[in-house]
């Protein structure tokens, strides 16, 4: 199962996949150099730790770019990894769950989740990351050591938002459309009404 592919920009072709699958393949030979996780060295290249999920069940969810060159690799169940190509030095954040137990969780940068499942890099140069579990989470590069946190009162958010005129936030979720003003913190939800015919014709929100 492959849910990531990303170039960055020095032209490195990224894969992730199931299992310990973060790979960069060289498009001239159809290789892959697989970057696997090693706990003994959990800061070298590679995916946050692995689960011992069944395969299928575990996947790298986001690889990408932000606009000062790091590498973020988000996981369904274990968090994000940030890889610096300069000192090729691994961060990571949010909670690390070996099966069913937290075995580790990161949060004093604020990432309070195991899941991770969107990442968008805006030109004001701010990081959005989306999770399963219905929380936005909002980086700004400069306060690295500080992942603030917007939640969302739908429980079943999902990958799909929008900012407009830089408070007021469009979340597509599994239970309608969600509008949220950043400033008073106020939100209003759209849902389909099967009586209303000018009404959203479907609750599961997919693109924005």
């Not at 995916?47 to 932000?66: K, S, W």
């Not at 988000?74 to 961060?91: A, E, L, Q, W």
């Not at 099966?99 to 195991?114: Q, V, Y």
Request: aromatic content about 12%; proline content about 5%.
């Amino acid at each position: 199962k492959v849910r990531a592919i990303y170039e960055d920009r020095e032209g490195n072709f990224w894969v992730g996949s199931t299992g310990d699958g973060l790979q960069i393949m060289d498009r001239k030979t159809g290789k892959f150099t697989h970057y696997y996780y090693d706990p003994a060295q959990p800061d070298k290249l590679s995916r946050p730790p692995v689960n011992e999920f069944p395969m299928g069940l575990d996947h790298i969810t986001f690889i990408n770019q932000d606009q000062e060159g790091f590498i973020w690799i988000g996981t369904i169940f274990n968090g994000i990894n940030r890889y610096d190509p300069v000192t090729k030095k691994v961060t990571h954040f949010g909670i690390d769950i070996r099966g069913s137990k937290i075995a580790s969780a990161d949060t004093s940068a604020g990432f309070h989740d195991p899941s991770s499942w969107r990442f968008f890099s805006s030109r004001d140069n701010l990081l959005w990351v989306s999770t399963m579990t219905g929380n936005l989470y909002n980086v700004n590069l400069q306060k690295k050591s500080s992942i603030p946190y917007e939640p969302i009162n739908q429980p079943e958010a999902n990958s799909f938002f929008y900012e407009t005129n830089k408070n007021i936030l469009w979340i597509g979720t599994f239970k309608g459309l969600v509008k949220k003003d950043l400033n008073t913190q106020t939100e209003k939800v759209w849902t389909h009404d099967p009586l209303t015919g000018n009404s959203l014709c479907n609750d599961s929100i997919s693109s924005i």
